[in-house]
């Protein structure tokens, strides 16, 4: 199966199992989906990821995070730049999600990072996607 833009491919899949309430989510391993995961564990939004070699490509395996009544904690899944259509944004005006209460990943000349981070290395870069 080809994919044209994996990343979104991996939200999409993280979005689907917080629908039916799964704990965890099989994704086809990149840098760039286990960059994210870091960032999405970090900021509190799951609760752990591993990466487990196959002698392919590696299976991503997120673990989904709950509260207390079953609601997922990641309320919203957003893909920004699609490949046809490349969002990028400069040092002093990187978004913000929902005033503050979400996040922006960012893909930079440096790393990928979220908005808070782009805005401390003073570089601003590819808008990957928005999380809430």
């Not at 993280?14 to 965890?24: D, G, H, I, S, Y």
């Not at 991503?60 to 899944?77: F, M, R, V």
């Not at 259509?85 to 960012?106: E, Q, T």
Request: proline letters at 3%; one cysteine or more; glycine letters at 8%.
């Amino acid at each position: 199966m080809s994919l044209t833009d994996p990343i979104a491919d991996m939200l999409t899949r993280m979005r689907n199992a917080a629908l039916v309430k799964k704990r965890e989510v099989n994704i086809p391993s990149s840098r760039v989906k286990v960059e994210i995961a870091k960032i999405l564990k970090d900021e509190g939004y799951i609760k752990n990821f591993k990466v487990i070699d196959d002698n392919k490509q590696g299976i991503l395996i997120i673990t989904l995070k709950y509260t207390e009544d079953n609601k997922s904690i990641i309320s919203g899944l957003r893909k920004v730049s699609k490949p046809g259509c490349r969002i990028y944004c400069k040092k002093d005006s990187i978004p913000k999600v929902l005033d503050g209460l979400g996040i922006v990943i960012v893909s930079t000349s440096k790393e990928i990072a979220t908005g808070k981070r782009c805005k401390e290395l003073g570089v601003g870069g590819e808008v990957i996607c928005y999380i809430w």
